[in-house]
Structures are given as structure tokens and as C-alpha cells.
């Protein structure tokens, strides 16, 4: 069965930095585009950036400058450096991927998300 487990979250102060980190583990045969995105409290989950195996980066207006999205393939890894960080930023940030795998006993390409780790960033 696939996972993916994310790590780095935590409390930090305006203007301060954190990583994130994601692996997806399980039996997976590939693993296609890989995300971050965000769930401020009572807002929509929105999108922060996401790779491609390539490397090909797309980010948020609002973090572009600020956030560095990249991605250990041999690894099934995806990082997000967040420096500069706003108070508005705080919420939970999930992990997801487009992984090729075994489920419901046959070979096929899903979305898969994280659990979620809680970002503070206090004023």
C-alpha cells in the first residue's frame, strides 16, 4: 500500500524559515508529478508548487521568490524550502503525488496525499 509521509512542520516566527519534507514509500513502480499545498484555517486547500520528474517547478504567485520546491527521485522524495514566511502562510501543508502502483489488485496511476503537517508562523 502507498504512503506518503511528510515531516518538518512545526512554529516559526514571521520572517523565518522551515523545510518540509515528503517520501512515498509502498509498492510503487513510479512516481509522476509530486505537490505541496496548503488548508489555512476556514480557506480552501490551494495549491503552493509542484515538480515534475524532470525537474519543472510551477508555483503560487504569492510564495514565488520565497519557496524552493525540489525532489530526490531515487529516493520518491519532495522537499519544500519555505523562507521569508508570512503569518497568513499558517495552516496545514499535505504532501501529494501521482504515483503508478498496485490498487484494488491491478496496476494504475492515482493521486495520493499525505496526512498533513501543521505550519505556525506567529506574528
Known amino acids: 500500500q502507498v504512503q506518503l509521509g511528510e515531516s518538518g512542520g512545526g512554529l516559526v516566527q514571521a520572517g523565518g524559515s522551515l523545510r518540509l519534507s515528503c517520501a512515498a514509500s509502498g509498492r510503487l513502480f513510479s512516481v509522476n508529478s509530486m505537490g505541496w499545498y496548503r488548508q489555512a484555517p476556514g480557506k480552501q486547500r490551494e495549491l503552493v508548487a509542484y515538480?515534475?520528474?524532470?525537474?519543472?517547478?510551477t508555483y503560487a504567485d504569492s510564495v514565488k521568490g520565497r519557496f524552493t520546491i525540489s525532489r530526490d527521485n531515487a529516493k520518491n522524495t519532495v522537499y519544500l524550502q519555505m523562507n521569508s514566511l508570512k503569518p497568513e502562510e499558517t495552516g496545514v501543508y499535505y504532501c501529494?503525488?501521482?504515483?503508478?502502483?498496485?490498487?484494488?489488485?491491478?496496476?494504475?496511476?492515482?493521486?495520493?496525499w499525505g496526512q498533513g503537517t501543521q505550519v505556525t508562523v506567529s506574528s
Open positions: 501529494s503525488a501521482n504515483i503508478f502502483a498496485i490498487r484494488d489488485g491491478r496496476p494504475s496511476r492515482n493521486d495520493y
Open positions: 515538480i515534475t520528474p524532470g525537474g519543472s517547478t
